[in-house]
T-cell receptor, first 110, second 116 residues
């Protein structure tokens, strides 16, 4: 089955800086790579996703890049704000199920 | 439109007791999932269903059973709870994009279970 590795496990940045979270996957058949944000006491919520026929996707301050050859994808958050502080999960798969990484706790300091 | 609703939100059990977690979705989604979340372990898939009357094992199915008798409901059962099953359980649902490709997962708020 699919195996998704996520780094780093924690990330501290100053407000206004950029943050990058990286994930690798093992199954070349995976075709869907979403990113979820989880705030304290809540369920994860999708923030951006990418399918394997696209190399990059942007949505305001958030972007995701995908390198199918190397089997890795990354989340980029620019101009970070304190409300970006949360746990972020990457996931891979797409054929019936998704496998999640172990999460990155992002802390944005004012 | 409630989305995905989980009940109960909190529960404390003694070792050996049984219980059922209920997940209900009102989005007419085909797929439903049960994940458990433990510190440092991310979200691990327990069981899932690709349609009414069907279920399948995920990554960590041992000690759990599931049923999907109605399309909108997905039940997770613990027949004999163990301390290792102390966790936060999340239900999710998604639509079928065709050819069994899944779309965005919509999660419930979670159910915190403690087994003493």
């Amino acid at each position: 089955g699919e195996n998704v590795e996520q780094h780093p496990s924690t990330l501290s940045v100053q407000e206004g800086d950029s943050a990058v979270i990286k994930c690798t996957y093992s199954d070349s058949a995976s075709n869907y790579f979403p990113w979820y944000k989880q705030e304290l006491g809540k369920g994860p919520q999708l923030i951006i996703d990418i399918r394997s026929n696209v190399g990059e996707k942007k949505d305001q301050r958030i972007a995701v890049t995908l390198n199918k050859t190397a089997k890795h994808f990354s989340l980029h958050i620019t101009e970070t704000q304190p409300e970006d502080s949360a746990v972020y999960f990457c996931a891979g798969g797409g054929y019936s199920t998704l496998t999640f990484g172990k999460g990155t706790m992002l802390l944005v300091s004012p | 439109n409630a989305g995905v609703t989980q009940t109960p939100k909190f529960r404390v059990l003694k070792t050996g007791q049984s219980m059922t977690l209920l997940c209900a979705q009102d989005m007419n989604h085909e797929y439903m999932y049960w994940y458990r979340q433990d510190p440092g372990m991310g979200l691990r898939l327990i069981h899932y269903s690709v349609g009414e009357g069907t279920t399948a094992k995920g990554e960590v199915p041992d000690g759990y059973n599931v049923s999907r008798l109605k399309k909108q409901n997905f039940l997770l059962g613990l027949e004999s709870a163990a301390p290792s099953q102390t966790s936060v359980y999340f239900c999710a649902s998604s639509y079928d994009l065709g050819k069994r490709y899944t779309g965005e997962l919509f999660f419930g708020e979670g159910s915190r279970l403690t087994v003493l």
